[in-house]
């Protein structure tokens, strides 16, 4: 396939440690993929679901103990601890080497080792970045081949070049006790073992798109970012585009993928979904910030996908589609989960492949983090500048948190030092994305407290920098809540399609075209500026949503205060400065 030294040098390396039966090269072909699924389906890693309803789909039960990122077992292993910074996990490279290829070791035997090249971007574009992961799950070789571009083209496109990114992953006994995903951010390199979830396994998302990435765009002054991409495109037929951070499963993919409500649609809006989770943001030769989607494919959150909530992405995975712990309709050999129709089967498997009625069940049929796996060209929103090697240039960007109370539905930062400031300081409810307890209130700057892959008072430092790099370019950054409740605990704003009002404010500000009111925290619309025309939400109850508590902000500031001490000396004193603007204005 190759004759590149440094990758064939790699790949003996790694056989001579997982010792495999046999080797096997992705080649991308439709051929070879059909062989594998039909494999899979054979020793049991996937079930064929029904192919007249749901054409190339399958179903992935994966071992009730690996359903979810593993923060806890995820490392940055860098020479020294400060490079990893205070907020990841460390080991010293040497250490975790020797940990994790003696987890590694023979665990291969008597298995294929699979050599998937990807690349992450359209291949042959200077925004692109290559990495080969060895697997010796099909599973993964099928996610991989969904959700990146794979095969020959992509190792041609390397020729002999040693900038490529190595990745093992090893199933071995799915051990949870032994489970580690390891990041080796000084040899781009990327070990992972004993699970076989997504988030862990599919090492071009996460481990590669962000947490590597995030450390090489620091060196060369780009941007690796939780961020989804999406376009709205006004009556006149311009299109805008916006960056979002959120944390995971808060909803990206649906605002990624929104349709806008009725009277939106009737004037002529449109939206195109660049990218649902990855965005690598580099300054153009017009000096603006231009985003890519390094994705081919969205690894989305079942439950809670509908016709109502998301009808672009039940759309996406109604063919071609990989979903992980769903339940199983034994009656049509069909899929469902909590939340896609108020019709449970009464005849079906539950997530962990036991019978289970969902008609007189108490336990959910589907796993909360269970996924979907489907090819981004399903989308029946997907921009076209998708396949653009340039990217598309970024109007605003958003930040935002699953907040109860505190946070309003929408703020515009005063400035970018701001708004990296406004970035560092979300925090949101955790969610059942990762292990770990749901609900509780966790600081996650930027969306990405899991995947920054060196110290993030550091990559703090980057973001400011970027925005000297922007200067008069950068764009406006924003920060908004949809998950304001009422003191009965009820949501205050729709969300979903409705989520467009806002970001058509967030647009009009962009242009200059409406005014604001100034607060402590930023500047919040006039009640005027949001359009509630049909959205059955009333002036009170957005008066509400925008209203700044101070008591309640008097206490974020403490906890703000509390969680800055973890950076010690390594939090730009710009970022602080901002807080300390912030406490003043409070006082006032
Ligand atoms: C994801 C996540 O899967 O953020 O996208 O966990
Ligand atoms: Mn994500």
């Known amino acids: 396939m190759t004759k590149n030294k440094s990758v064939l040098e790699w790949i003996q390396k790694i056989k001579n440690i997982v010792n495999p039966k046999n080797m096997v090269w992705i080649d991308g072909s439709e051929e070879q993929l059909e062989n594998l699924r039909k494999q899979a389906c054979m020793n049991g890693e996937i079930i064929k679901l029904n192919q007249e309803k749901l054409p190339g789909c399958y179903l992935r039960r994966t071992n009730p103990n690996d359903v979810a990122r593993t923060e806890s077992r995820t490392f940055i292993c860098t020479k020294t601890k400060e490079a990893a910074g205070p907020t990841n996990n460390w080991w010293d490279p040497e250490f975790a080497y020797n940990k994790l290829y003696g987890i590694a070791k023979d665990s291969y035997k008597g298995k294929t080792m699979y050599i998937i090249p990807y690349s992450m971007g359209i291949p042959n574009s200077p925004f692109s970045k290559i990495g080969i992961e060895i697997t010796d799950s099909i599973y993964t070789v099928l996610n991989m081949a969904i959700m990146t571009r794979v095969g020959k083209d992509i190792i041609d496109a390397l020729s002999d070049s040693n900038n490529w990114v190595r990745g093992l992953h090893a199933s071995c006994n799915i051990d949870e006790e032994n489970r580690y995903v390891c990041h080796f951010p000084e040899d781009n390199t990327i070990i992972s073992v004993n699970s076989c979830y997504g988030g862990n396994v599919l090492l071009g ?14 060196k060369e002054n780009w941007l690796a970012e939780h961020m989804l991409i999406l376009g709205v495109q006004n009556p006149k037929g311009e299109i805008k585009y916006i960056c979002a951070a959120f944390p995971s499963a808060c909803g990206k993919t649906n605002l990624a993928m929104l349709i806008p409500p009725e009277i939106y649609k009737k004037k002529g ?3 195109w979904c660049i990218g649902d989770d990855i965005a690598w943001l580099r ?65 079906a498997l539950d997530w962990k492949g036991n019978p289970w009625n969902g008609k007189i069940s108490n336990e959910k049929g589907a796993h909360p983090n269970s996924r979907f796996t489907s090819p981004t060209k399903n989308c029946p929103c997907l921009g076209k500048e998708f396949e653009n090697p340039e990217g598309v240039p970024i109007s605003a960007i958003i930040f935002g948190g699953r907040r109860q109370h505190t946070i309003p539905l929408v703020y515009e930062t005063f400035d970018w030092n701001h708004g990296v400031f406004t970035g560092s300081i979300i925090s949101s409810e955790s969610t059942a994305a990762s292990t770990g ?15 920054c892959g060196y110290n993030m008072g550091k990559y703090f430092a980057h973001w400011i920098k970027m925005g000297e790099l922007l200067g008069n370019k950068a764009p406006k950054i924003f920060n908004v809540n949809w998950f304001k409740t009422d003191k009965n605990g009820n949501f205050m704003w729709p969300g979903f399609g409705e989520n467009l009002r806002v970001i058509e404010w967030i647009l009009n500000r962009c242009e200059g075209k409406v005014s604001a009111k100034e607060t402590p925290i930023g500047f919040v619309p006039l009640l005027e500026d ?11 109850t957005l008066k509400d949503l925008l209203e700044i508590d101070m008591k309640l902000w008097h206490q974020e500031t403490e906890d703000i205060e509390n969680f800055y001490k973890k950076f010690d000396n390594c939090l730009p004193k710009q970022l602080q400065h901002e807080f300390d603007k912030l406490k003043k204005r409070l006082k006032k």
């Open 205 to 218: 998302k996460k481990c590669f798109a962000l947490r590597i990435a995030s450390y090489q765009a620091e």
């Open 530 to 540: 949001i359009n509630l025309q049909e959205s059955g939400v009333s002036k009170e």
């Open 437 to 451: 307890k749901v609900g509780v209130l966790t600081h996650n700057p930027m969306a990405m407290m899991p995947f």
């Open 269 to 271: 809006y449109k939206i």
């Open 283 to 347: 300054i153009g030769k017009d000096g603006r910030l231009w985003a890519i989607n390094p994705e081919n494919g969205f690894f989305g959150v079942a439950p809670g996908t509908s016709k109502k909530s998301n009808p672009n992405a039940l759309q996406t995975a109604s063919s071609n589609t990989i979903f992980t712990n769903v339940v199983q309709n034994l009656d049509d050999n069909t899929v469902w989960w909590e939340g896609l129709d108020n019709n449970p089967p009464e005849n």
